[in-house]
């Protein structure tokens, strides 16, 4: 195997950190569950000199950390509700995350309220009350006007050239604000949980965790079959929706978000996120936010989201129900000129958000108005169980779940550094500018891109896009292998690149994903 950084996962480390575990090494933390929440407690406490094992039954971000919306929200919902703490946090939180730990992955995303008959004058009134709220915690957060602009009413003209796809025969305006946008939410997984294996840490996927206790788990590897013990002086349950399944006295009330996947054509390629008013609902909407805003874009556009509570079996892989695309399209068809049709979806997909049951009768029946609060809870062997919160909170859901276990059991750890730590690839937005590589390569590996663009020189085929249509090019799958814990072509197409997003680009790039990964896969 070539020498590579210490940031970088792959087969091979991952053979060797295993070996390591099931040979008796004691870690200070395990940490079950490497999405967004279980890989930045990983962060957390290897980045406090805390020795550290991450576990995961399937793959980096396999669950509702790779079904987000793909935004870095500063707390708009959150203030409609009068929640103004958890509105703060979350303009704190998106600051650092775009100031200093992810600059390449994230960016300004202009989000556009249509003024115009289908926008009931209550709703707008709400929506403005809103954004000029959200600029003030913008500005207590400390998010320079540079990185996230005031928000302001625009005229008609205006709001046609951001949103050509429009309906025009009633729009008198609009209101613009700006809000955190993420490349992909999967890459920022990937980004946090390199960055711990650099500072130390074990991070194993396929390894499902079978039994948890305070002082360790029962572990299957889900490549061979074999079982091991992991011993650790504290444990972190990250599970997501699947927290309750691992100890008891969990109580979780998942709530269904679904999405819709449109090309950008579909809609006049838009260069801002729209935001249309469900009807009759106070301060809810369905928006639609284009993959990459820049002039005469093209690509995808996500649309969302829904909030419905899921009873029964929590699955592996949830889908979008009819019902919910139906409603997206009705919703987001009311305000653009060319119908809607469900011929133009070209993908869907849900994320189960790991809510905490509520006691409050007035939450019953509805996910709505569950608390969006992070929650962690202690069970009688010393597991500690994070739960709750979202994406864009990530890091300070980290830190407390750290901070519980040294408490408890008076780890010898430093403070808390992640928020100013940079993730692999991070750069201030000046550096990232003066890079030699494709733009599009720049906004998803950040500083290695050059490294990226080189593996695609090596070999022209590499420097080939996988598919028509498909902007990932074949050295970008050698780089998830090599670099980026990839086992297989799953993770490859579905969380390393996104192309499974479009199942029909999926099964397009399959050919060329699989003659790239019987070439690449052995000895990485």
């Known amino acids: 195997m070539a020498q590579t950084s210490t940031t970088s996962l792959n087969a091979a480390r991952r053979t060797a950190d295993m070996a390591a575990l099931a040979g008796g090494e004691v870690v200070d933390v395990l940490v079950v569950g490497l999405g967004i929440t279980g890989a930045g407690v990983a962060l957390d406490a290897a980045s406090r000199g805390l020795s550290v094992a991450a576990l995961d039954a399937h793959d980096l971000a396999f669950g509702t950390s790779r079904w987000s919306s793909k935004l870095v929200h500063g707390g708009l919902r959150y203030l409609a509700k009068l929640d103004v703490g958890i509105a703060m946090e979350s303009a704190r939180e998106r ?9 390449h992955l994230t960016r300004a995303m202009p989000q556009l309220l249509p003024l115009a008959s ?11 009350a809103g954004i000029y709220a959200g600029d003030v ?19 008609a003209a205006e709001t046609r050239t951001l949103a050509p796809g429009l309906r025009t025969d009633t729009l008198t305006g609009g209101y613009l604000s700006w809000d955190g946008q993420l490349e992909d939410d999967a890459r920022l997984v990937v980004g946090i949980a390199r960055t711990a294996a ?4 074990r991070i194993l996927t396929r390894c499902r965790v079978n039994q948890l206790a305070g002082d360790g788990a029962q572990v299957r590897d889900e490549l061979t079959g074999d079982e091991f013990t992991v011993r650790a002086r504290s444990v972190v349950n990250a599970a997501g929706v699947w927290a309750g399944q691992l100890v008891t006295g969990v109580t979780l009330r998942p709530s269904r978000g679904s999405h819709i996947v449109l090309r950008a054509s579909t809609l006049g390629r838009p260069n801002a996120a729209l935001m249309i008013p469900v009807p009759g609902k106070r301060a809810r909407f369905v928006f639609a936010v284009p993959q990459y805003v820049r002039p005469q874009s093209n690509g995808l556009v996500y649309v969302g989201v829904t909030d419905e509570p899921v009873d029964g079996p929590v699955e592996d892989v949830p889908a979008a129900p009819e019902s919910d695309i139906t409603f997206m399209l009705d919703v987001l068809g009311s305000a653009v000129e060319a119908p809607l049709r469900r011929q133009d979806v070209v993908g869907a997909f849900a994320g189960l958000r790991p809510l905490l049951e509520s006691s409050d009768s007035r939450t019953r029946g509805t996910t709505s108005d569950v608390s969006r609060r992070h929650a ?6 010393g597991v500690v169980t994070i739960v709750g919160g979202k994406l864009t909170t990530y890091r300070r859901m980290a830190e407390d779940a750290v901070t519980a276990v040294v408490r408890r059991h008076g780890l010898r750890a430093g403070p808390c550094r992640t928020r100013r730590l940079p993730l692999v690839g991070a750069a201030s937005r000046a550096e990232l500018a003066r890079l030699d590589a494709p733009e599009r390569l720049i906004r998803r590996y950040g500083t290695e891109a050059p490294a990226v663009a080189a593996v695609g020189r090596q070999d022209e085929a590499l420097g080939e896009s996988i598919a028509p249509n498909v902007d990932t090019i074949g050295a970008e799958l050698v780089w998830g292998l090599r670099h980026e814990g990839a086992l297989d072509i799953d993770d490859l197409l579905d969380r390393r690149s996104r192309v499974g997003l479009v199942p029909t680009d999926r099964h397009a790039a399959l050919t060329m994903a699989e003659a790239i990964f019987a070439k690449y896969a052995t000895g990485v």
């Open 95 to 103: 600051g650092v995350l775009m100031q200093y730990i992810a600059p």
């Open 118 to 128: 289908y926008v009931e004058a209550s709703s707008a009134r709400v929506y403005r």
């Open 198 to 201: 650099g500072l130390g840490a």
């Open 376 to 381: 962690l809870i202690t069970s009688s062997d």
């Open 137 to 155: 915690l913008r500005r207590a957060a400390r998010t320079p006007s540079a990185i996230l602009p005031h928000p302001r009413r625009i005229s």
